[in-house]
């Protein structure tokens, strides 16, 4: 089950390589049952709605995160 669904810019290669970093990692430490998702809010088709409401504008200004439960985190909370 994805416990953190992490909005980033890919259109950023910074943000693609640690997404990928973080991706890797993840999967080594729970193989079979990532708790990572990456979406891409510069794709073409970003829906905020469907990413607790956070703009394009919003997420390009700070890092973004969506628990489980819905609830948006940002900032340091994210890395946490």
């Given amino acids: ?9 890919g259109g950023c290669p910074l943000c693609v390589r640690e ?12 193989p079979g049952a990532p708790r990572l998702a990456f979406v891409d809010i510069n794709a073409v088709d970003y829906e905020p ?3 607790g409401g956070v703009s ?15 609830a948006v985190v940002k900032d340091v909370a994210v890395f946490r």
Avoid at 1 to 9: A, C, Q, V
Avoid at 19 to 30: A, E, I, P, S, Y
Avoid at 57 to 66: K, P, Q, S
Wanted: charged content about 25%.
């Fill in 1 to 9: 089950m994805t416990e953190l669904t992490i909005l980033y810019d």
């Fill in 19 to 30: 997404v990928r970093f973080l991706g890797q990692r993840d999967q080594r430490c729970h």
């Fill in 49 to 51: 709605a469907a990413h």
């Fill in 56 to 70: 394009y504008r919003e997420a390009m200004g700070r890092i973004h995160a969506l628990e489980a439960t819905g």
